[in-house]
C-alpha cells in the first residue's frame, strides 16, 4: 500500500474577481522509503500541494480532492487529529530555515517542545535525543541549545531544522524548495541530509524543488508540474534520460550543464491561462490543436505531440 | 492609485467639520453669543436646548468646530513642517543633522506632553497658541524619522543619481523629486498629531486651561460638567460636543489606518 | 412606643426651641451613639492641618468655637462665651465663659486657652487682624478682659474667626499651617474632631463626653468632600449623604430644581447677606476716577437678566445704598435701574462720544475706549462684557479662573471694572456694612479695596469706633448715600439662600453665616417622627 | 552593560537635564519677579519670608550659581515649598505617588493583560467577525479622551445606576473597600490601556502572521493555542515594549485626570489644586517626579526588551 496517495486533488484561492487555481486535478502516489520529486517552475502550484497535505492553506481556500495518508483520508481529519499527523507522522521542511525557526526562542526549547508536545518522550529525554540528534549533524550540541537562531550561520539553522523534523520520527517528509537560493556548498551537504531520509526505507521524502538537478540526484520518480497541472511524470532515470513533454526537454536544456538554453517567454498568470495547452504559447511545436483542446495525462505526459 | 472606497465616509465627515468650522454661520440658527431662557430641553426652535446662559446649543456645537480644528491642524502643520525639514535633512546630509535627529529621537518621545503643557499654560497662560506650540513642536520626530529612512531609500537610487549628475541643486532635488515621494509617508502621521491635539484640547479645557472667551467642544463638556449639566441629566449638552470630539478624531485617525493598512500606529492621547 | 417615641420628640424640639433662645440652658434628651448624620460638601481638605488647610479650619469651628458666632438673623451671639461686655470708649471688652464648653480629653478649658489662643493666633498666623497686635489680654477667674490700645466695634467681626483651642497641645506646636494629623482634635463644643482622613475624603466628628450641655442626638457627625457640588449634591439626592453644605456659599442655584423634583428635601429660601456687584478702580483707571462714567454704567447693566441667569432667578435687584434689605440699619436709597439709553447719553455727556462712527466710544485723547474688565466668574462676566459693549465700550476682557489670579490683578490695580462678590461674613467684617471691599487700607484676599477717598477712610474709621446706637445709624445712613452718590461700586442683586432640608430630620436651623453647619444646628437637629 | 543601554542612559540623562533646565528657568525667565513665581501667583507671604527665600535660592546672584544651588537641593531631595499647602513639594508628592501608581500599576497590568491577549487572539483571526467587531471597538474607544472616558463612566455607573462610590479610596482602610473604591477608576484607566494595547497588538500579530516561524511549527504539530500564545506573541509583543516609552507618559496624565474625576485624593488631585491656586513650586515638582517616573518606566522597558527580545540591536534597527 502507498503511504501517501493524493487524488484529483484541485486547490483555489479566492481572488479580486472570482477564484485563482492554484492547483488542477492532481494525482500523486508516495511508497514508503520512496523519494517522489515534484518538479516546476516558480509559481506551478508545488508548494501548494505540499501546504494541501499537511492542511497548512490559509482559510478561504478551496481543496477539492482526498488524499490519504496510511488510507486515511486527511481531507476528512479534524483540526486535533491532523494536529497528531503533522509532524509525528508527515513532516514539512521549509526554504529558509533561518526564518523557519522562531528568532525569540531559545533552540533548544524549539526542539524539545514538539517531541513533548507528541508525548515521544519526557523533556529530559528530548533534551539528550536533541542533543544527540545535533551532535550527528555535526554541531556543538551544547551551545546551540543554549542559542538563538540568529546567532547560528545558514547552514547551522538548515541543520537545526533538518534536526526538528527528523526527531518525530514521520513517515513522510516533505522538503518544501530546500535548495532555493543556496550556494553549491550547502546544496551537497542539504542532499546528504536529505537522502538519509529515505535510506531507511520506512520513510518516504516529498521532495519540491525548481532545480532539475537536485531532483536528479535524489528521487526516484519525478513529476514535473506547470500552471497547476502534472505535464510529464515518470522514474526518475527514464524521464531524465528521454523527456517527453516540450516543457521537460525545456527545463533540461536550461541547465548549465546542458548549455544554460532557457525556455522562451514567461509562465502564463494563473488569472489569464490560455485556452488548449497550458504550454502552447511556449512550445516549439505547438499546432492548432494545442491551441484549441486541452491535453490528458496518456502514459504520463500530457501532450498531443507525443 | 485605485481610490479607496473606505476614504469616503472619514473624508465626508471630516469635510462637514471644515465647512462648519469655516461658515459657522450659515448653519448655525443662532449666533454663538445670543441668548434665550437658560437651561432649557431639545425643541424644535433650540434642536439641543440651551445652556446655562440660555445659549443655543446646537449653535455653539456648529461655532465650537473652528477652534477644535484650528488648534488640531495648526499643530499637524507645524509638525509636519519640523518633521519634514528635519528628516529631509538628516537623510540628505547624513553626518550630524542625522545624529542630532536619532540623539533626540528618545528625548522627544519620553517628555510627558500633557504635564509639559499644563506646567507651560500654568506659567504663560492659558491659551490655544501655547498647545498649539508644544503639541507642535514635540510631535515632529515619528515624522522626521520616516521621511529620513525614506530619503536614505531613495537617495542613492537611479533617478536621484541621475538628476545629481545633471547638476540640480540639492535643494532643487529635494522639492521636485523627494518631497513627492515622501509626501504619502508623513499624511498619516500628520493626521494622527492632529488628533492628538484635538484631544488634547479637550483635556486641558477640562482642567479650565483654555481661553474661557473661546467657544470649543471641550470647553462645552467642561462647562456642561460645571454648571451641573450632568447632574440635570442634560445629555444633550455634553453628548453631541463628546461624539463630535470622537467622531472628528475617529475620522482623521480612520485616515491614517486605512494608509497604513496595518492597524499600528495608536492615536496618541 | 409610637407615644414614648413621640413624646421624646416633642422633648426635642422644646429644647431645640429653648436651645435657639438661651443658649446653654439644661434639656434631658441623650446622645444616640449610633445615630450618625452624613454632610456632602464640595469644600476640599487637602491636608490635614488644622491651620494650613483653610476648608479644614471651617470645617473644625464647631469643636473649637470662637467666642462668638453669628446667628440665624445675622446678630451675634454667645459661642464659647455665655455673655460679653464693651466699655463705652470701645476699648475694654470683658467676656465670660460658658463652664458648659469643657476639653474633649478631660482637660478644664479655663480662659488661660483663651489668651493663649488669640496671643497664638496673633503671633503665628500672618492674617490675623491688626488689632491683636497691640492688645493686652488679662484674665480673672472664667473672664477675659481684652484690652485695646484703639476702640473696635467691630471686634465680634473678627472674633468669629478665631478659633479657641487647647493650650496644652497646641503650646508645644511651633509652626501650626504646617502641623499635619489625622486626629483625633481635642475639642470644647459638643464634639471633637475624630479623624480625619483625605483618602476617603472624610472628616468624623463625635461627640465630646466632657460636654457640659444639652446632649446633640447624634453620635457623630461625618463630612464626606466630593471633586464638584455637582457630585455632592448627587450623592446627597442619592441618599448617601443628608446634607448638603458648602462653606460661605447656599445650594448652588442651578440646582435647586432638582431638591424641588425629590420628596425627600425641600428647599428653604432666606434672604441671604451674600451680594455681587461690580466695582470700579477709582485709585488709578482714568474711566473708574469719572463719576459721571461710574453712574452711565449703572444704568447699562441688566440688572433683571443677571437675577435671572448668574443667579438662577434666586435673588433681589438691588439699590443703589448697597447694603442688603434684612441688614441692620439698612436704608431705602434709589433702585438700580437699566436703560441703555440712558446709559448712552451719560456716556456723550461725560466726554466718551463715539467720534468715527464705529460703534465704539473714544476717550477724551480721542484713542478707542478699551475698559478692562476683570472677572472671575464665567458667566456674569460674559454678561457684563456683553452690557459694556451695547453701551459702545470696547471690553478688554481678563477672565482668571481662581482666586488667587484674581487677586493679582487686583492688586497691581491693573483693571478698571471687576466684578466681585460679598460674602455674608465679608459683609460684617472690618467696619462692616462691605467697607472692607472697598477700603484700599484693609487686608484681605477676596476683597477689591479699589477705594482711597479720604472721605470714605475717614467715615470707615468711624463706624468702627462707634458704638451702636443713633450715632451708628446716622453713620451708616451716610455710608449708604456715599455708595448712592459716589458709585465706588453697583450692587447687581442681593442673594436668596437656599438651604436643602432633609424631611427626615427636625430643628434644622440655619445661621446666616455658615449656612447649616453651625453649632446651633447640630445640637438641635434630631429624626422627624 | 552593552553599547545600546548604555547609549539610551545618556540619552535619558540629557532628557531628565531638559527637564530640569525647564523647571529651573521657567520661573526665573517669566516676566516679574522671580520670587514670585517660585512661591506660586498671590500666596500671602511676609515680605521677611520672600527675602530669607530670595537668599535661600541664591536669587541675587548670578543664574550658574542658582542653579548650582538649585541642583544641590534636588540632590537631597528638596523640590521646594508650597506656600499655599504648608507643606515641602517633595512630602506633599511622596505622600500621593503610592495611590497614583497603585491606580496606575493595576490598570496597565489588567489592561496590557487583556489588551495583549485579545490582541492576539483578534490578529490572529482577524477575517472573523468577532475580531472585526472588537477591533472596531477599540478603534473608537482610543479616539476618547481618556477623561471623557471617565465622565461617561461616572455620569453612568455613578451618577445613574449608583452601583461605584462617589470619591474617595476607600471608606475604611481595608483591602475590600479599597478594591470596591479603586474598581470603577481603574476600569476606566485598563479600558484606555486595553485599547491601545489591543490595537498595536493586533498589527503586530498581523504581520508576524505571515512569517514562516507559525507555519513550520505548526507543521511540527504544535497546538494552535501554543503557536499564537507561545510563539507568535512572544515576538508580537515586542512593538507594546517599544511603545511603552510613549505610553507611559499618556497613562500617567490619563490617571491624573480620572483621579480628578473620581475625587481621588492622589497626583491627580494634587495637579489639579495646584493648577486652581497657580501653586508654581508644587506644579514644577510635580512635573519633574513624573518625569522621572516616566525614564525609570522607559528605563525598565528598556531592560524588559532586553529579556524578552535577546537581540536587543534589534531595537536599534527599528
Not at chain 1, 488548449?276 to 511556449?282: E, I, K, L, Q, S
Request: with cysteine; net charge negative; aromatic share 10%.
Amino acid at each position: 500500500m502507498n503511504l501517501l496517495e493524493v487524488a484529483d486533488l484541485s486547490v483555489s484561492f479566492p481572488g479580486p474577481s472570482g477564484r485563482i487555481p492554484a492547483v488542477r486535478n492532481i494525482s500523486l502516489s508516495l511508497a514508503p522509503g520512496e523519494c517522489l520529486a515534484i518538479v516546476g517552475e516558480s509559481g506551478c502550484g508545488k508548494s501548494v500541494i505540499a501546504q494541501a497535505v499537511m492542511r497548512l492553506l490559509p482559510e478561504g481556500t478551496e481543496v477539492l480532492g482526498d488524499m490519504y495518508y496510511h488510507g486515511q483520508n486527511l481531507t476528512h481529519l479534524s483540526e486535533s487529529e491532523m494536529k497528531q499527523i503533522r509532524g509525528e507522522e508527515i513532516a514539512m521542511v521549509f526554504q529558509s530555515p533561518e526564518r523557519a525557526l522562531n528568532p525569540v526562542i531559545k533552540i533548544g526549547r524549539q526542539l524539545i517542545q514538539p517531541q513533548v508536545l507528541h508525548k515521544l518522550c519526557n523533556a529530559k529525554d528530548a533534551e539528550l535525543r536533541a542533543k544527540g540528534v545535533l551532535q550527528s549533524l555535526g554541531l556543538d550540541a551544547d551551545w546551540v541549545m543554549n542559542a538563538y537562531p540568529w546567532m547560528c550561520s545558514g547552514g547551522m539553522c538548515q541543520r537545526i531544522v533538518f534536526a526538528a523534523v527528523s526527531l518525530l520520527h514521520p513517515y513522510v517528509v516533505i522538503a518544501d524548495e530546500p535548495t532555493k537560493g543556496l550556494d553549491a556548498e550547502r546544496i551537497g551537504e542539504l542532499e546528504t541530509m536529505l537522502s538519509s531520509i529515505t535510506s531507511s526505507g520506512k520513510t518516504s521524502l516529498l521532495l519540491i524543488t525548481h532545480d532539475m538537478e537536485v531532483a536528479a540526484h535524489l528521487a526516484d520518480r519525478i513529476l514535473v508540474m506547470y500552471c497547476g497541472m502534472i505535464v510529464e511524470e515518470g522514474a526518475a532515470a527514464l524521464l531524465l534520460a528521454a523527456p517527453k513533454h516540450p516543457y521537460t526537454r525545456g527545463l533540461l536544456n536550461s541547465l548549465p550543464k546542458n548549455g544554460f538554453v532557457p525556455i522562451p517567454g514567461m509562465s502564463p498568470a494563473l488569472t489569464a491561462l490560455p485556452d488548449g495547452c497550458v504550454f502552447h504559447p511556449r512550445c516549439p511545436i505547438a499546432d492548432e490543436e494545442c491551441r484549441k483542446s486541452i491535453p490528458q495525462l496518456r502514459n504520463g505526459v500530457r501532450c498531443h505531440k507525443c | 492609485m485605485k481610490f479607496d472606497r473606505r476614504y469616503i465616509l472619514p473624508l465626508l465627515l471630516i469635510a462637514v467639520l471644515l465647512i462648519a468650522a469655516v461658515f459657522p454661520g450659515v448653519f448655525a440658527p443662532y449666533e454663538a453669543a445670543e441668548r434665550d431662557a437658560t437651561y432649557q430641553a431639545p425643541s424644535a426652535e433650540h434642536l439641543l436646548g440651551t445652556d446655562n446662559m440660555g445659549k443655543d446649543i446646537f449653535s455653539l456645537l456648529i461655532y465650537g468646530a473652528r477652534w477644535t480644528l484650528i488648534i488640531g491642524f495648526s499643530s499637524g502643520i507645524l509638525a509636519i513642517i519640523m518633521g519634514t525639514a528635519i528628516g529631509l535633512l538628516a537623510g540628505w546630509r547624513k553626518g550630524i543633522p542625522d545624529e542630532f535627529l536619532m540623539g533626540t529621537t528618545d528625548i522627544v518621545l519620553i517628555l510627558p506632553k500633557i504635564p509639559l503643557v499644563i506646567i507651560l499654560a500654568a506659567y504663560l497662560g492659558p491659551s490655544p497658541w501655547v498647545l498649539i506650540l508644544v503639541l507642535g513642536l514635540l510631535s515632529w520626530e515619528s515624522i522626521a524619522r520616516v521621511v529620513r529612512s525614506k530619503v536614505i531609500q531613495i537617495r542613492s537610487s537611479n533617478y536621484i543619481l541621475a538628476a545629481r549628475c545633471l547638476g540640480f541643486s540639492d535643494a532643487k532635488i529635494m522639492v521636485r523629486e523627494i518631497l513627492p515621494i515622501v509626501f504619502p509617508v508623513i499624511v498619516p502621521k500628520f493626521v494622527l498629531v492632529t488628533a492628538a491635539a484635538m484631544i488634547s484640547e479637550a483635556s486641558l479645557a477640562f482642567l479650565g486651561l483654555s481661553d474661557p472667551m473661546m467657544v470649543s467642544w471641550g470647553g462645552m463638556i467642561s462647562d456642561a460638567f460645571t454648571y451641573s449639566g450632568f447632574l440635570r441629566g442634560m445629555w444633550y449638552w455634553w453628548l453631541p460636543p463628546a461624539l463630535c470630539i470622537i467622531l472628528g478624531v475617529l475620522a482623521i485617525t480612520s485616515l491614517a489606518f486605512i494608509h497604513e493598512r496595518g492597524v499600528r500606529e495608536v492615536v496618541q492621547l | 412606643m409610637y407615644e414614648k417615641k413621640h413624646l421624646a420628640a416633642i422633648g426635642v424640639i422644646l429644647f431645640a426651641i429653648m436651645l435657639v433662645f438661651c443658649s446653654g440652658c439644661i434639656g434631658a434628651a441623650e446622645t444616640n451613639q449610633d445615630a450618625v448624620v452624613k454632610i456632602a460638601t464640595p469644600n476640599e481638605i487637602t491636608e490635614a492641618s488644622y491651620f494650613g488647610n483653610y476648608n479644614f479650619a471651617q470645617m473644625t469651628r464647631v469643636t473649637t468655637p470662637p467666642l462668638v458666632q453669628v446667628d440665624e438673623n445675622g446678630d451675634y451671639t454667645g459661642a464659647l462665651a455665655e455673655s460679653w461686655t464693651v466699655s463705652s470708649d470701645g476699648k475694654t471688652w470683658t467676656f465670660t465663659l460658658d463652664s458648659d464648653y469643657q476639653w474633649s480629653d478631660g482637660t478644664p478649658l479655663t480662659a488661660e486657652d483663651v489668651t493663649f489662643s488669640l496671643e497664638y493666633t496673633a503671633e503665628k498666623i500672618a492674617t490675623s487682624p491688626a488689632w491683636m497686635k497691640n492688645a493686652t489680654i488679662s484674665t480673672s477667674g472664667n473672664t477675659i478682659i481684652i484690652s485695646l490700645a484703639e476702640p473696635v466695634y467691630r471686634l465680634c467681626g473678627d472674633l468669629v474667626t478665631i478659633n479657641i483651642i487647647p493650650k496644652h497641645i497646641w503650646q508645644s506646636i511651633d509652626t501650626p499651617e504646617e502641623y499635619i494629623s489625622n486626629g483625633p482634635y481635642v475639642g470644647s463644643s459638643a464634639y471633637y474632631v475624630k479623624s480625619v482622613d483625605i483618602n476617603s475624603a472624610t472628616l468624623i466628628l463625635a461627640a465630646n463626653p466632657e460636654w457640659k450641655g444639652e446632649a446633640p442626638y447624634y453620635g457623630t457627625i461625618e463630612i464626606h468632600w466630593f471633586a464638584t457640588e455637582d457630585a455632592a449634591i448627587s450623592a446627597m439626592l442619592g441618599g448617601e449623604c443628608d446634607t448638603y453644605w458648602k462653606y460661605g456659599a447656599a445650594f448652588p442655584t442651578t440646582s435647586v430644581a432638582l431638591l424641588e423634583a425629590s420628596d425627600k428635601f425641600t428647599a428653604v429660601q432666606t434672604p441671604s447677606l451674600k451680594m455681587s456687584y461690580v466695582g470700579f478702580n477709582t485709585i488709578t483707571s482714568e474711566v473708574g476716577r469719572n463719576l459721571a462714567f461710574r453712574k452711565a454704567v449703572g444704568y447699562a447693566l441688566n440688572y433683571d437678566e443677571l437675577v435671572e441667569i448668574s443667579a438662577s432667578g434666586y435673588g433681589v435687584s438691588a439699590n443703589s445704598g448697597f447694603i442688603p434689605n434684612g441688614v441692620p440699619y439698612y436704608k431705602n436709597t434709589t433702585a438700580n435701574t437699566y436703560n441703555v439709553e440712558t446709559a448712552k447719553t451719560m456716556l456723550d455727556a461725560a466726554g466718551y462720544k463715539d467720534v468715527n462712527g464705529d460703534g465704539i466710544r473714544e476717550d477724551t485723547h480721542g484713542d478707542v475706549l478699551t475698559v478692562t474688565l476683570l472677572t472671575r466668574d464665567k458667566v456674569t462676566g460674559e454678561l457684563i462684557k456683553e452690557y459694556l459693549e451695547k453701551v459702545g465700550l470696547n471690553v478688554d476682557y481678563k477672565f482668571t479662573s481662581d482666586i488667587n489670579a484674581w487677586v493679582e490683578v487686583k492688586e497691581a490695580h491693573a483693571y478698571d471694572i471687576a466684578y466681585n462678590t460679598i460674602t455674608a461674613k465679608g459683609m460684617m467684617m472690618d467696619s462692616g456694612w462691605a467697607t472692607g471691599y472697598f477700603a484700599d487700607n484693609t487686608v484681605g484676599t477676596g476683597k477689591l479695596q479699589n477705594v482711597d477717598d479720604p472721605a470714605f477712610l475717614e467715615l470707615c474709621a468711624k463706624i468702627s469706633t462707634t458704638p451702636e446706637g443713633d450715632n451708628l445709624k446716622s453713620l451708616i445712613s451716610e455710608l449708604q448715600d456715599y455708595y448712592a452718590g459716589q458709585v465706588p461700586g453697583i450692587a447687581l442683586y442681593w442673594c436668596t439662600d437656599v438651604t436643602p432640608i432633609n424631611t427626615e430630620i427636625d430643628g434644622w436651623y440655619i445661621s446666616k453665616a455658615t449656612g447649616i453647619y453651625n453649632e446651633i444646628n447640630l445640637l438641635s437637629i434630631h429624626p422627624a417622627d | 552593560m552593552n553599547k545600546a543601554v548604555s547609549r539610551k542612559i545618556i540619552r535619558y540623562s540629557v532628557c531628565l537635564l531638559i527637564v530640569v533646565l525647564l523647571v529651573f528657568f521657567l520661573p526665573r525667565c517669566m516676566p516679574g519677579d522671580p520670587v514670585q513665581c517660585l512661591v506660586g501667583e498671590d500666596v500671602y507671604v511676609t515680605q521677611e519670608i520672600l527675602d530669607t527665600l530670595t537668599i535661600k535660592l541664591g536669587l541675587d546672584k548670578p543664574l550658574y550659581e542658582q542653579f548650582g544651588i538649585y541642583i544641590r537641593g534636588l540632590l537631597t531631595g528638596d523640590l521646594g515649598y508650597s506656600y499655599t499647602r504648608h507643606q515641602t513639594v517633595a512630602d506633599l508628592i511622596w505622600s500621593r505617588v503610592p495611590w497614583t501608581l497603585l491606580l496606575t500599576g493595576v490598570a496597565m497590568i489588567i489592561g496590557y493583560a487583556f489588551g495583549i491577549l485579545a490582541g492576539t487572539w483578534s490578529g490572529w483571526m482577524s477575517e472573523t467577525k468577532r475580531s472585526k467587531v472588537l477591533t472596531a471597538f477599540g478603534v473608537v474607544v482610543s479616539c476618547i479622551p481618556p477623561y471623557l472616558l471617565g465622565l461617561i463612566f461616572f455620569s453612568v455607573f455613578v451618577y445613574q445606576l449608583g452601583w461605584f462610590p462617589y470619591k474617595g479610596f476607600y471608606e475604611t482602610p481595608d483591602l475590600f473597600s479599597v478594591a470596591y473604591h479603586m474598581a470603577l477608576p481603574i476600569l476606566t484607566l485598563a479600558l484606555f490601556v486595553f485599547v491601545r494595547n489591543l490595537i498595536i497588538m493586533r498589527g503586530s500579530v498581523l504581520t508576524e502572521k505571515n512569517q514562516l516561524y507559525p507555519q513550520f511549527a505548526k507543521s511540527l504539530g504544535i497546538p494552535r493555542n501554543k503557536i499564537i500564545y507561545g510563539h507568535v506573541l512572544k515576538n508580537a509583543i515586542l512593538p507594546i515594549v517599544t511603545h511603552f516609552a510613549i505610553d507611559f507618559g499618556f497613562i500617567l496624565s490619563g490617571a491624573l485626570f480620572i483621579e480628578i474625576i473620581f475625587s481621588l485624593n492622589g497626583l491627580g488631585r494634587v495637579m489639579y489644586t495646584a493648577i486652581l491656586n497657580l501653586d508654581y513650586p508644587v506644579l514644577s515638582g510635580l512635573f519633574l517626579v513624573i518625569a522621572i517616573m516616566v525614564i525609570c518606566a522607559n528605563l525598565a522597558a528598556d531592560i524588559l526588551y532586553g529579556i524578552i527580545d535577546p537581540r536587543v540591536k534589534r531595537g536599534e534597527e527599528e
